[in-house]
């Protein structure tokens, strides 16, 4: 069990970068006033704040491993009702500032030193792509296996950084031209039994996605203790 | 006083209800789900739940038996600390306090430790789980509860943030001292007054 997490409070982040994943999300470098070492799978908050003091603010799981620098990327999802994530997508450019608090979170966590399996559903894929990043940074991929899915490759963000040994992509609605197997949600044939000891499996997505995951990663021989994870709704981390 | 945000009005929200704590957004009809395990799939015909720790009678009930104590209702809100809340909800089941008549609390009883069927636990103060203020509840707005939402049973302590509502609830183990929970020891704040913003620790 990780320990507790010191209190954290807000500071400034300064937008360095800004890139387009998809057609309804966008990755943003935020560049830290005070730097903070994050576990890969902890998330922020994020709090806007209008004139008149109105605030809103959101949950972001941050997409970038630990690097060494004060900057941070978060993948942010466009939703329709979202106040934050339109915000974030229609309005915030280079340069702007904004106020986050973190890094939030104890248990969807991978510290780069232990078997893991990533599963993860759309935007449910930010929190893994940290783990991902750390395993490849760190030279340790041999630990991870990576399968993502989503409905086509217009969904899929990091797009052009994914492809390796340890990734699949599974198309659920549209599969690219480069893939011999046919669209379709997530079956028993997509998920690797469970061989390592002390492997540990990380489901993040809707609440479809991870109970069709959780159901499949225990059919393959994994039990309920070696699966943690992270759903969010429409509106859980928009 | 955070910074202002610049080009960010809040428009969408400029009639805020009052009855949503500091920070928190109405989500209107979703109900999103948020747990940290697979969901388990508990029959009602293998259910329990008990009370045990320092009581001088700890009891298990049954699905069937606790469904003959005398039932009771919550009306209002509930405030997720991933900053939204549901106003207006209803939930049915059996008041805490109900359940703690039977048991009989131990003078040196001080707090309590809810742990579900799925190993997930989560510490209060045993003030804020008497009183009228906490409930089992199995039906949600005339419904049964959904599993993801904790069916068949949950722990429901609505004035406080939800993680503390603990989902397929198995038991609530009195104690002489606050034991840190799941979430509690994950960074979350012990107690979780959403009116007082207390949501990780240190707040």
């Known amino acids: ?238 | 006083m955070s910074k202002f945000t610049r080009g960010f009005t809040g428009r969408l929200h400029r009639e805020r209800d009052v009855r949503l704590p500091p920070g928190q957004y109405d989500t209107g009809s979703n109900w999103p789900v948020l747990t940290a395990e697979p969901t388990p799939r508990l029959d009602t015909a293998q259910w329990w739940f008990g009370v045990e720790g320092l009581v001088e009678q700890p009891t298990r009930w049954s699905w069937d038996e606790i469904h003959a104590l005398p039932q009771s209702t919550y009306e209002g809100d509930i405030h997720c600390v991933t900053s939204w809340s549901k106003l207006g909800m209803t939930f049915t089941g059996v008041s805490v306090d109900t359940v703690l008549a039977i048991a009989k609390p131990l003078p040196s009883a001080a707090f309590v430790l809810a742990i579900s069927h799925t190993g997930y636990t989560t510490n209060l103060p045993l003030a804020d789980v008497t009183n009228g203020r906490a409930w089992i509840v199995w039906d949600v707005d005339g419904q049964r509860l959904p599993v993801d939402q904790g069916g068949p049973a949950r722990l429901l302590v609505p004035h406080l943030y939800f993680w503390k509502s603990a989902k397929w609830i198995a038991s609530l183990r009195l104690l002489e001292h606050d034991e840190s929970g799941f979430w509690e020891r994950n960074g979350y704040h012990d107690r979780g007054d959403p009116w007082l913003e207390q949501r990780y620790q240190g707040d």
């Open chain 1, 1 to 238: 069990m990780a320990t507790r997490s010191p209190a954290t409070s807000w500071q400034t982040a300064t937008v360095v970068g800004i890139h387009r994943e998809t057609d309804r999300a966008k990755t943003f470098r935020l560049r830290l006033e005070r730097p903070t070492l994050h576990v890969a799978g902890q998330h922020f908050v994020i709090r806007l704040t209008a004139p008149d003091g109105y605030t809103a603010m959101r949950s972001f799981s941050v997409a970038s491993a630990p690097d060494g620098t004060p900057e941070l990327e978060f993948t942010v999802e466009r939703l329709d009702e979202g106040e934050v994530s339109t915000f974030l997508n229609d309005v915030v450019e280079p340069g702007d500032e904004l106020e986050l608090r973190g890094p939030i979170g104890g248990w969807f966590v991978w510290e780069g030193t232990t078997p893991a399996l990533l599963l993860g559903g759309g935007s449910g894929v930010v929190p893994l792509m940290a783990m991902l990043r750390l395993a490849r940074r760190t030279g340790r991929s041999d630990l991870v296996r990576a399968i993502f899915s989503v409905r086509s490759p217009a969904d899929l963000y990091y797009a052009a950084e994914l492809p390796g040994p340890e990734t699949t992509v599974v198309f659920t609605r549209e599969a690219s031209p480069a893939t011999t197997r046919s669209p379709g949600r997530l079956t028993k044939e997509d998920i690797p039994v469970r061989s390592a000891a002390g492997a540990t499996a990380y489901v993040c997505g809707s609440t479809g996605f991870t109970n069709t995951a959780t159901d499949l990663l225990m059919g393959a021989g994994w039990g309920a203790q070696d699966i943690r994870v992270e759903r969010f709704g429409p509106t859980g981390t928009c």
